[in-house]
């Protein structure tokens, strides 16, 4: 291929706007001269289009959408006793991909208009609908390559069920061996990965670090908005909250550390938020919830803090990964606080940059937190500006570019930089 502007699809399975890898692939491409389009699973009845850089995002109806709770939690025990009832007398239930025909229909006008060079799932759920999508160009004529982003392996998933996970991990080996490439976000992962996909050629590691360059001064204050002054004590923990996700040991270490705040940034309307917020309220004016922020002023908002946690109980995913966190916490030149899953313990541990404790020991949470808090710029200084480059997006960047580039046969022509901004979501006519 010769073209100038190659063309590339992201596929995901959800709202995109808070997917940072997505988006900051969808970015880097852009910028590097890809004519990029993403297609997410919109939150509501309609679809919608933002954009990234230049990277145009649609949001379509790739599953049903549940608006009111109580109908999510009817669905979900319906499918739990349809179960038990097929066990019960011993009927073969019949496992399919959720949502895989309703995706593709929603998608498969927009990708034959679009004839994309490259088809980039994220994720095992974005895959089966990917491949779908490249078979169905090829026989259109178009030769379009497949990329298999694994986010995460399959059998440490815990919410899918054996059957579930049985089907994705076959679908996962039957297209990877079709796919141009495979990414993966760390080496442990990557072992992983060759024997469960049983693949021979290594996966390509695309680390999900945070962006530098894309980075922006935050328009808001972490100890303004948590109302404490610069000197008191301050832990964060940023992102995804679930019980796997260990935040509650953090809420036990605060009670045997009276002086100590945590901010939580996350969604409050989150159940599991909710749920912290309702068995702790003898911390309420130590404990503060605190909504997201724009991904490109995250580092600067976090920075003020004293220490970045990653409190995770041990999880077959939580041992393999460095999660996004991590690195915004090193970009944030925060000193963390880990549990002992082993990829990220392992890492704190080499580095010297924060202290490890014992995942759920609330004792040992203490005893390491303390550490960090008699002397926090000892560990900060361990940031220097070449680990921190290497642990950058822009690193990152370059091999993805670099990738798509050799798999397309293209030489795009890089564009000037645009900033890293979601644009507003306006409704598709």
Not at 164 to 177: C, G, I, M, P, Q
Not at 367 to 388: C, E, G, Q
Request: glycine share 4%.
């Amino acid at each position: 291929m010769s073209n100038s502007s190659p063309k590339a699809l992201h596929i995901v399975l959800n709202s995109v706007n808070e997917d940072s890898r997505v988006l900051k692939c969808a970015w880097t491409l852009g910028n590097a001269g890809w004519d990029v389009e993403v297609i997410g699973a919109t939150p509501f009845t309609y679809s919608d289009q933002l954009t990234i850089g230049y990277a145009k995002i649609l949001r379509l109806p790739l599953k049903p959408v549940v608006t009111q709770a109580f109908l999510a939690r009817f669905l979900r025990a319906l499918r739990y006793y349809r179960r038990r009832i097929y066990q019960i007398l011993q009927i073969k239930e019949e496992i399919n991909i959720p949502n895989l025909n309703r995706a593709v229909r929603a998608v498969a006008p927009e990708v034959l208009r679009f004839s994309p060079d490259v088809i980039h799932a994220h994720d095992y759920t974005a895959l089966p609908i990917a491949a779908a999508l490249v078979d169905l160009l090829r026989r259109q004529g178009k030769n379009t390559s497949l990329i298999y982003d694994a986010h995460e392996y399959v059998p440490g998933v815990a919410h899918l069920t054996k059957p579930l996970a049985a089907l994705y991990s076959k679908k996962e080996r039957e297209y990877s061996h079709l796919s141009a490439a495979v990414l993966s976000v760390s080496e442990p992962m990557s072992d992983l990965l060759m024997e469960h996909l049983q693949i021979t050629t290594r996966p390509v590691i695309v680390a999900n670090d945070p962006l530098v360059a894309g980075q922006q001064p935050s328009s808001k204050n972490l100890r303004e908005d948590c109302a404490i002054g610069q000197g008191v004590p301050l832990m964060v923990y940023s992102g995804a909250v679930a019980p796997q996700r260990g935040v509650q040991t953090a809420l036990a270490a605060m009670r045997l550390m009276p002086d100590v705040h945590l901010a939580l940034i996350a969604n409050p309307a989150n159940q599991s938020v909710k749920d912290l917020v309702a068995g702790a309220p003898d911390l309420a004016d130590r404990f503060h919830v605190l909504p997201y922020v724009p991904n490109a002023e995250l580092v600067s908002y976090l920075s003020s803090a004293d220490i970045g946690l990653i409190p995770l109980l041990h999880r077959l995913n939580h041992e393999i990964s460095l999660i996004t966190k991590f690195g915004e916490y090193m970009q944030a030149k925060l000193p963390i606080l880990v549990s002992d899953v082993k990829t990220m313990a392992a890492e704190v541990q080499r580095l010297g940059n924060g202290e490890v404790f014992t995942a759920e020991d609330v004792e040992s949470f203490v005893v390491a937190a303390k550490k960090i808090f008699a002397d926090p710029d000892s560990y900060r200084r361990k940031y220097t500006d070449s680990m921190l480059a290497e642990r950058s997006w822009e690193r990152q960047g370059e091999v993805l570019v670099s990738t798509y580039n050799q798999i397309a046969g293209a030489t795009p022509t890089a564009r000037p930089l645009m900033p890293f901004t979601i644009t507003k979501a306006l409704p598709l006519q």
